[in-house]
């Protein structure tokens, strides 16, 4: 669990689509170095976010300045992490603790969906608004099911993970799935998404929350479970009531 209050950005040091060491297992991995900041407590196996990515540290250096995480292949899917190039800035987390305060909002690390950068509009003084596209929901390359509509869990003044950044929900357009956030100047300087341009896909974690009320209110509706459903048990209470008052008019 994380909080999307950025610890500190780190730089790609190296990507590698099939590392073959110990530590790589035969699979994708990348390094990250200017990285002490996250690695003062650091152990292997231990949890970092990495643009807001929950993922694995299987390799440190004795000076804990650098380290190494694995990408599994719905990783690679859903996120914008297998686009990562070498000197690429990324926003950096450690789990939280017990003892930590909590500054942002409950983030899994566990990336919903990648958005685009629709525009990038200086908001006077200091701040940018930065307004995301999301695209429709289309049919995934491990199952025949269509995505979830990941908007529909967007609202105004609510929250979003961007790039493992809490940030406040704007404004939300249905008409053209899109929605923006405010970055304030000392934001600006502390996380990766001003880095980005125009176009550059970004990670979304929306309101787990509001995915886990959803589940629950459409079971309910739906009968799930054994039970009626919500609607029709309310139909047939209505009916009830008008076949109860129909007969006491005519007695």
Same mark, same amino acid.
């Given at each position: ?26 699979g994708f991995s990348i390094a990250v170095k200017d990285a002490s900041v996250v690695l003062s407590d650091v152990h292997l196996g231990d949890s970092i976010a990495v643009n807001g990515v929950c993922l694995t540290v299987t390799e440190f250096d004795d000076l804990r300045s650098?380290?190494? +995480? ?40 566990? #990336? ?29 390359? *491990?199952? *025949? ?14 929250? #979003?993970?961007?790039?493992?950044? *809490?940030?406040? +929900? +704007? ?8 929605? *923006? #956030? ?8 502390? +996380? ?5 341009? #125009? ?53």
């Amino acid at each position: 669990m994380f909080t999307g209050i950025v610890e500190t950005m780190g730089t790609v040091a190296s990507v590698e689509p099939l590392d073959t060491s110990l530590s790589g297992g035969g699979g994708f991995s990348i390094a990250v170095k200017d990285a002490s900041v996250v690695l003062s407590d650091v152990h292997l196996g231990d949890s970092i976010a990495v643009n807001g990515v929950c993922l694995t540290v299987t390799e440190f250096d004795d000076l804990r300045s650098w380290f190494k +995480v694995g990408l599994a292949p719905e990783t690679l899917r859903k996120t914008s992490l297998g686009a990562l190039q070498i000197g690429e800035k990324v926003n950096l987390e450690r789990a939280m603790s017990a003892s930590t305060r909590f500054g942002g909002h409950f983030v899994q690390g566990h #990336v919903d969906t990648t958005v685009a950068i629709h525009s990038i509009t200086p908001d006077p003084p200091n701040s940018l608004l930065l307004r995301f596209h999301v695209s429709l929901p289309s049919t995934s390359a *491990s199952s *025949s099911a269509p995505t979830s509509d990941f908007l529909r869990y967007v609202i105004p003044k609510g929250y #979003v993970t961007l790039d493992g950044t *809490s940030l406040t +929900v +704007v404004d939300v357009d249905s008409a053209s799935r899109t929605f *923006s #956030v405010m970055l304030i100047a000392y934001t600006q300087q502390h +996380v990766v998404l001003p880095l980005k341009a #125009v176009g550059a896909k970004v990670n979304l974690e929306v309101d787990q929350i509001g995915k886990y009320v959803e589940k629950v209110a459409v079971a309910m509706l739906a009968g799930e479970g054994g039970g009626q459903s919500v609607i029709a048990t309310m139909i047939k209470r209505m009916v009830d009531e008008r076949v109860e008052e129909a007969l006491k008019s005519r007695s």
